[in-house]
Structures are given as C-alpha cells and as structure tokens.
C-alpha cells in the first residue's frame, strides 16, 4: 500500500489488515501511482484508490481470472451522497494486470498536460472482468465541492489564459449537460443527478475561467 504520509488512521488500519505500507510525499497522481509500481513484487498487479472497494462479483472474478491475458478491466460505478449515480456508471477502467504490461497516462478534461484523471492502458491482451468496482469519492456535496474546486484549479494552472476558451467551453456546457442528463440518464437520478450534470457539463469552462482569473491577478 501506498500512502502519501497522511494523518489519520490509515497507517494503523493497514498494517492490522497485514498491509505492508511504503510513505511518499504526495506529488501528483501520475507519479504517485507510478511510484507504487515499481514496489510491487507479485506477478499480477489490482491497483485499488483508497476510496473503491470491490463486489463480491467482482472479487470472485478476480480470484478466478485466467491466466491466458495479461490485463483485465472491471465496470466503476461512482456514489455521490450514498447513491449510486447512472451518469458515472459502467465507466471502464483497467485495474488487474500483469506486472510490467501496463503504462499510466494522463487524461485531463481541459489542459492537456496536467497529471491528473489518469489511466492505465495494456500492452497485450485485455479481458473484462465481471461484477462492479464500488467508487465512494463523494460522501456529501462539500466534498464534492472541495474535489471539483480542487481539480479546476489544477487544470487551469496548465491553460493558457484565453477568452475565446472561455467563451468557446461555456457555450459547449448546454449540449454538454444535455447529454449527461438524457444521454447518460442523470435525470432519472433526479436532485443529484442534475447537480452533478451540470457541474460537470461546467467543469471546461471553469477551469478556463479560472486560468483567466489567475492571469489578471
């Protein structure tokens, strides 16, 4: 396990659970997961945030998975305040593979080399796993709040300020939303779901806002 020298419990709760914990300052995402490859000694790799738990599907398939591939992806499925939404469901992510046949990229939603939003992509044969990786990244809106102002911000210190961006990711918000409410079904999910559509379709033009902002001041 990897952890970025926090200051809670999570050390105890690891090392009681038979975890061997390696500390590193946090830095970025990028690096952080990177960092914690080159410390794995198993054959396969499950690359887990602290936040996700598995199914017992999922889990099950995990202990079953062939041999015969070399990586396997698995279905997230994202809760905002205890609720599973539709909008981030079904969302695909390779996690399981074998160690060495994975690289990590990056894939920022408004500036193109900021490390964050990154995933992992196979060098071989993928296979897709059944049941559902469980994502508890929003218990209430503040932390949603903090995690949406958090990433804006970091991605509009890697933009170059510009109006016509603004202008440009602002207009694209309402087939954005769109989408997320019908296309993706976040309307069903009703208050929540289109809350987090819109804030989401925003999300380009915020940050292009704020690289705004932060030239000017």
């Known amino acids: 396990m990897l952890d970025a020298c926090s200051r809670d419990h999570t050390l105890q709760f ?16 990028v690096e952080a997961r990177r960092f914690a490859l080159t410390h794995v ?15 017992d599907v999922l889990r099950e398939g995990i202990v079953a998975a062939s041999e015969a591939c070399d990586c396997y992806a698995m279905q997230r ?22 160690t060495g046949r994975a690289t990590l990229v990056a894939h920022p939603a408004a500036a193109p080399a900021i490390p964050i939003h990154e995933a992992w992509s196979c060098n071989g044969d993928v296979a897709a796993l059944p049941g559902t990786l469980l994502h508890y990244s929003y218990p209430d809106v503040a932390t949603y709040r903090s995690k949406y102002e958090r990433y804006t911000s970091l991605e509009a210190a890697g933009l170059r300020p510009s109006v016509s961006r603004v202008v440009l990711e602002t207009a694209k918000s309402l087939p954005r939303a769109i989408w997320l409410l ?7 999910d009703g208050p929540r779901g289109w809350y987090v559509a819109l804030r989401s379709a925003l999300y380009p033009a915020v940050a292009a806002r704020k690289a705004l902002h932060y030239s000017s001041a």
């Open 77 to 98: 499925t994202t809760y905002f305040c205890g609720k599973p939404m539709r909008m981030w469901a079904g969302e695909r992510l390779l996690r399981l593979f074998r």
């Open 14 to 29: 690891a090392r009681a659970s038979g975890a061997r914990v390696v500390q590193r300052e946090w830095t970025n995402f």
């Open 41 to 55: 000694s198993t054959p396969w790799t499950l690359m887990l945030d602290a936040d996700e738990a598995l199914d």
């Open 182 to 188: 019908f296309g993706r079904g976040a309307f069903l």
